[in-house]
């Protein structure tokens, strides 16, 4: 299965989802139509690990990436969610440099982090050879290929992008436009040049210091537009979303 930062490295545009509805079956249908990944959202949804580990055990089967959303953070929330088996974990709300380098800490093992290491499930089920090649050979392996990657929303992670990004082992930058444009006191007015200039800015510095920059989109044509604009990938919608508007549209055209 190819991961998501192999296809980043070669020059693919990888399109996901979130999932919001914690559910393993909703998973299987977002691989079943040919997404590159989902974000397990458990920042905006009622549910919690043991339906994040469900869903990335259909991820296994089916071949697509599975990513975390996670609430907040802290050493347990970045190794637990990274130990069931996600490729990566997004982080909301970040504000500091500092806080770039605690996630760096919890979730890459040395030489990098101290990120905690047992040979739990991930070793023995997710990697099936982790121990032919020695522990050493296991945790550079992880730490190559397991993407860290803060969301720049707020207006301190803005100012301050250049900085946080060159954090070494964070993998890349994922802009969440509503906290973004809130957060900037013009909420989701995505057309204003100065919602225009900070998403640029945020995309030019990533790419200057070679870091790719990940985007919510919350339709199709907005995710067109931004891989247009120089977007290395989007997340489109989620699954509950897409649900609700499917089911709004057949009521509707029923109904007219
Ligand atoms: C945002 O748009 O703020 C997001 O975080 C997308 O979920």
Redesign the pocket.
């Known amino acids: 299965m190819k991961l998501i930062s192999d296809r980043l490295k070669n020059g693919e545009k990888p399109i996901g989802t ?1 999932l919001n509805l914690g559910s393993q079956t909703a998973a299987e249908c977002v691989a079943i139509a040919g997404m590159d990944y989902f974000i397990v ?1 458990l ?2 949804s009622p549910f919690g690990l043991a339906e994040a580990a469900d869903c990335i055990r259909m991820a296994k089967l089916k071949g697509i990436s599975p990513l975390i ?1 996670i609430p907040e953070i802290s050493r347990a929330n970045i190794l637990k969610h990274l130990d069931v088996g996600a490729e990566g974990i997004i982080i ?1 709300g970040l504000k500091t440099r500092e806080e770039a380098e605690k996630i760096v800490e919890y979730g890459k093992y040395t030489p990098l982090g101290s990120r905690g290491f047992c040979p739990t499930r991930v070793c023995e089920f997710g990697y099936g050879d982790a121990f032919a090649n020695g522990i050493l050979e296991y945790t550079r392996k992880t730490n190559e290929e397991t993407m860290l990657i803060p ?1 720049c ?1 707020t207006l301190e992670c803005l100012a301050d992008i250049e900085n946080i990004v060159s954090v070494e082992g964070i993998s890349g930058i ?9 957060a900037m006191g013009i909420p989701a007015q995505f057309d204003r040049p100065e919602f225009k200039e900070a998403i640029t800015k945020v995309l030019t510095v990533c790419h200057e210091k070679n870091k790719p920059v990940f985007i ?1 989109a ?1 339709n199709k044509e907005t995710a067109r537009l931004r891989l247009e604009q120089g977007f290395d990938s989007v ?1 489109v919608n ?1 699954d509950l979303n897409v649900m609700t508007e499917a089911y709004m549209e057949i009521v509707k055209s029923i109904r007219a």
């Open positions: 979130f959202d920042e905006h959303r909301p969301q929303e994922f802009i969440g436009p509503f906290d973004l444009s809130l919510f919350p997340t989620g």
